[in-house]
């Protein structure tokens, strides 16, 4: 019985940001004049902070870089026939509309025609010299490609941005607060300290269900 496989991921090139939405984009949801800039430096920190969030809730990296996939003994997790699928994804076309992708098994590169990629997915499947559906059986497997978008979803970048708006309106404000009167002066009422104001809103929940890994 051979040891489980495993998989290393590495960023061979990376993006110059992950930042999901612009400076001007967040200022425009905010109405702010464009012509301000003494805000940028606020609004990159939390431009930062809830892009990175988003790419951990979804597994995954929206904006494209290069990767390698290390994969070790792969025959140990997968039926013979079944995908292998890349660490990060959609696979680009380049200019010609061939993926961005090849494979080396146990120091070979492989031929192209033997194997073929779902780009939207990551999704590889490996073929035999005659064309028939066959195994990944290599030791030592090597997926060198891009994955990610040259522009971000539109609905990725409007969940970025509506969870930016909440946190820049409740920045100074207690966010267990939840109402307060003034009529012998004031009454104020908290929530108890269960969930944090910076947690991530149901309605961009939502919006990112469809982008979150599905698989292992």
């Not at 005659?130 to 060198?144: M, P």
């Not at 978008?149 to 609905?155: F, L």
């Not at 309106?169 to 944090?196: C, N």
Request: proline share 6%; with cysteine.
């Amino acid at each position: 019985m051979w040891p489980r496989g495993y998989t290393i991921t590495r960023v061979i090139t990376p993006a110059t940001s992950l930042a999901l939405v612009t400076v001007d984009q967040a200022k425009t949801a905010l109405g702010i004049d464009p012509a301000d800039t003494s805000q940028d430096a606020a609004l990159q920190s939390i431009i930062d902070s809830v892009s990175s969030a988003i790419n951990n809730y979804c597994d995954r990296v929206f904006v494209r870089q290069t990767y390698r996939d290390q994969i070790r003994s792969v025959c140990t997790w997968l039926d013979w026939g079944e995908e292998l699928m890349t660490r990060q994804w959609p696979i680009p076309l380049d200019n010609t509309g061939v993926p961005v992708l090849t494979v080396t098994e146990d120091g070979t590169l492989v031929d192209p025609s033997l194997w073929e990629v779902n780009v939207e997915t990551g999704a590889l499947w490996r073929f035999d010299d005659a064309s028939n559906l066959s195994g990944w059986t290599a030791s030592l497997t090597l997926i060198d490609y891009d994955a990610g978008y040259d522009v971000v979803p539109s609905d990725v970048q409007g969940a970025a941005l509506e969870w930016l708006t909440g946190r820049w309106f409740a920045i100074g404000q207690d966010p267990a607060l939840r109402s307060e009167t003034i009529p012998d002066v004031i009454a104020s009422t908290w929530d108890k300290p269960t969930t944090s104001g910076s947690s991530l809103p149901a309605t961009v929940r939502d919006w990112l269900a469809p982008y979150r890994r599905s698989f292992v």
